[in-house]
Nanobody, 116 residues
Framework: QVQLVESGGGLVQAGGSLRLSCAAS????????MGWHRQAPGKQRELVAH????????IYGDSVKGRFTISRDNANNTVYLQMNSLKPDDTAIYYC?????????WGRGTRVTVSS
């Protein structure tokens, strides 16, 4: 059973930074792609960033390229999202995602609010 627990959300002013963390239980972390998605009020959930297993190839949503950085620590089963130059449009609930061979897993989300 895989469990994902996010942390690090909060309230920040525009232009500020936050670092999200997602701790995963289970033994499949190092073999799995990981990522972050977000959902703003009244909008569909969208991709923020993904990172593959192995060589850790990263992809980013267009709206966060150049501002956000995803990374992973396989020794500690944790994936991070460093968010810089935050904008009010980044306000959303951020969900951790794990793509395993048996399916997708999601965390419960952490709220990020960016004030103008």
């Amino acid at each position: 059973q895989v469990q994902l627990v996010e942390s690090g959300g909060g309230l920040v002013q525009a232009g500020g930074s936050l670092r999200l963390s997602c701790a995963a239980s289970g033994s499949i972390f190092s073999r799995s792609a990981m990522g972050w998605h977000r959902q703003a009020p009244g909008k569909q959930r969208e991709l923020v960033a993904h990172i593959t297993s192995g060589v850790s190839i990263t992809i980013y949503g267009d709206s966060v390229k150049g501002r956000f950085t995803i990374s992973r620590d396989n020794a500690n089963n944790t994936v991070y999202l460093q968010m810089n130059s935050l904008k009010p449009d980044d306000t959303a609930i951020y969900y951790c995602w794990l793509g395993g061979s048996s399916g997708d897993y999601w965390g419960r989300g952490t709220r990020v609010t960016v004030s103008s």
